[in-house]
């Protein structure tokens, strides 16, 4: 069964850093593209950037530049780096990945900018 538990969000100043990270069981993790999404209160969720098998990385042209994901296979894991964080990013986090067509999600992490 797949899993996949994400850490790492709390409460920031504007400005600051956090790095979220997301922990896949149960599935071939080296053979699935990862993404971030996340929701922020009364809006509809939204992608926030995604990592391919052959590690080609898309972004939300409102993270650009400021926000990285990575992989690292051996661990089964995705990472966000999040800087120069603004309180528009407040929101929940959550990690995806689709199998046999299937979407997967992570129960969330909260991320808290304060201006």
């Known amino acids: 069964q797949v899993q996949l538990v994400e850490s790492g969000g709390g409460l920031v100043q504007a400005g600051g850093s956090l790095r979220l990270s997301c922990a896949a069981s149960?599935?071939?993790?080296?053979?699935?593209?990862m993404g971030w999404y996340r929701q922020a209160p009364g809006k509809q969720r939204e992608s926030v950037a995604s990592?391919?098998?052959?590690?080609?990385?898309n972004y939300a042209d409102s993270v650009k530049g400021r926000f990285t994901i990575s992989r690292d296979n051996a661990k089964s894991t995705v990472y966000l780096q999040m800087n120069s964080l603004k309180p528009d990013d407040t929101g929940v986090y959550f990690c995806?990945?689709?199998?046999?067509?299937?979407?997967?999600w992570g129960q969330g992490t909260q991320v808290t900018v304060s201006s």
């Open positions: 990592i391919t098998v052959f590690g080609r990385t």
């Open positions: 149960g599935t071939i993790f080296s053979i699935r593209t």
């Open positions: 995806n990945l689709v199998e046999n067509g299937r979407d997967y």
